[in-house]
């Protein structure tokens, strides 16, 4: 990042402390097809949130509170998380970005429409971390800026679990979700070897 690019960055971003919160992302990135899958964990409890476009208007978003010990027993979802944990680098802290994105912005394809409908509120997206990004499942690359943004502030969310038919309606949404868009082998390895590299260089 050059002196300029830092500079302008201190401009917009707030660095915050996440302390005992646990912050991840698994940013996929795809012409057609792109997602992220955010996680936030607070002690015992786990906040979950899932972003793509294959909806109208770029606006699916499912998100879940849940106990942690019920990621681990969704095979599916304990890889995602445990492959966010290894491609998040800005684990320690979270920043306020003082302008903002759309959703749309963070899961932008060919296929979908981006403009706003006419008297519609307009939310803006502004806690965010830094990730590595699955680039169409040929690479992983660490993105210059910061890439991932909450849909609520990690600092001050309630961490409220959700109900059992709530959380198993998700699962259930998750599971069909994954069959099509599980993490590749090739990827993992990848993953695996960056993360690995990284806390040696520690």
Not at 43 to 52: A, L, M, R, T
Not at 69 to 97: A, R
Not at 118 to 126: A, F, I, S, T
Request: with cysteine; glycine share 2%.
């Amino acid at each position: 990042m050059s002196a300029a690019t830092a500079a302008t960055a201190a401009d917009y971003f707030v660095e915050h402390s996440t302390e005992e919160i646990e912050l991840s992302a698994y940013h996929f990135h795809h012409n057609r097809s792109p997602f992220i899958i955010l996680f936030s964990k607070k002690g015992k409890n786990i906040y979950i949130e899932k972003v793509d476009p294959h909806s109208y208007r770029n606006k699916y978003v499912d998100d879940i509170v849940m106990p942690f010990e019920e990621l681990e027993k969704n095979e599916c979802l304990k890889k995602f998380y445990d492959m966010s944990v290894m491609m998040v680098n800005t684990d320690k802290s979270v920043y306020y970005d003082n302008i903002g994105v759309e959703t749309g912005q963070l899961v932008p394809n060919y296929d979908t429409d981006s403009e706003d409908e006419e008297g519609e509120e307009v939310v803006l997206r502004h806690w965010c971390i830094n990730c590595d990004r699955n680039w169409k499942n040929l690479r992983v690359s660490k993105p210059e800026h910061y890439n991932c943004y909450f849909n609520m502030n990690p600092l001050t969310y309630e961490y409220k679990v959700n109900t059992e038919k709530q959380i198993n309606s998700f699962m259930r949404s998750f599971n069909a979700f994954a069959k099509y868009n599980n993490v590749c082998s090739a990827i993992e390895k990848e993953i695996v070897a960056n993360y690995t590299r990284k806390t040696e260089a520690c």
